[in-house]
């Protein structure tokens, strides 16, 4: 059956969000990044800053996301009292992640949304990666230089984001049985990882 939603996880310089980008508009579909921060910002009523300051992050301390996540994508708005600013977010996201998917032909990068719409049979999920050099030689054109290194940026933006996901998902962040597809993009090269995403999901 085509799939009505694709979500695309992706290691930080691998190019998967732009992927996801030129997949949307090929196929016609949403697109959900940044976009994601808006709805959950509305749903949540917290302040822009704090929901970027905890969109695609967690740490394993965060028992009260993991446990609602696990048992319940439908919590209330009362269930948030008490809670801390991570957790709300979260919260919200997975809320957010359902409309969306429910509203159907749609991208959605990251934020686990593999893992939250995993009961769902109009789903593709993608994993994108790619080696240290790719990476770095990407992300040195989009980004610039920092005082940081490019190879420890890239690990710590990683490090995150596989924190995140095992914080509420309890498995591992690009291990090939959690998703459908997993595309080397450094050797497949953009253009054809975009293809064959298209292909599969028609």
């Known amino acids: 059956?085509?799939?009505?939603?694709?979500?695309?996880?992706?290691?930080f310089g691998s190019g998967g969000r732009t992927i996801g980008k030129m997949v949307a508009?090929?196929?016609?579909?949403?697109f959900y990044d940044a976009e994601i921060i808006d709805?959950?910002?509305?749903?949540?009523?917290?302040?822009?800053?704090?929901?970027?300051?905890?969109?695609?992050?967690a740490t394993h301390?965060?028992?009260?996301?993991?446990?609602?996540?696990?048992?319940?994508v439908n919590a209330s708005t009362e269930t948030y009292h008490g809670t801390s600013f991570a957790s709300q977010v979260h919260i919200a996201q997975i809320k957010v992640i359902n409309e969306i998917a429910e509203e159907g032909n749609?991208?959605?990068i990251g934020r686990g949304a593999d893992y939250i719409l995993?009961?769902?049979?109009?789903?593709?999920?993608?994993?994108?990666?790619?080696?240290?050099?790719?990476?770095?030689?990407?992300?040195l054109s989009l980004y610039g230089e920092t005082d940081k290194k490019i190879e420890d940026r890239i690990k710590d933006k990683d490090t995150k984001r596989r924190v995140?996901?095992?914080s509420f998902a309890m498995r591992e962040w690009g291990v090939y049985q959690n998703y459908h597809m997993m595309l080397d993009s450094g050797t497949v090269g953009?253009?054809?990882c975009i293809d064959m995403i298209c292909d599969v999901a028609k």
């Open 190 to 192: 953009l253009d054809r």
């Open 106 to 108: 749609c991208v959605i």
């Open 1 to 11: 059956m085509a799939k009505k939603v694709i979500t695309i996880s992706r290691e």
């Open 61 to 72: 301390k965060s028992s009260f996301l993991y446990s609602i996540a696990i048992n319940s």
């Open 118 to 139: 995993r009961d769902r049979d109009d789903v593709l999920n993608v994993f994108v990666y790619a080696d240290m050099k790719f990476k770095c030689d990407r992300v």
């Open 25 to 30: 508009e090929k196929l016609g579909y949403k």
């Open 39 to 57: 709805r959950v910002i509305e749903k949540s009523g917290l302040s822009r800053e704090i929901v970027e300051k905890y969109d695609e992050y």
């Open 164 to 166: 995140f996901y095992r």
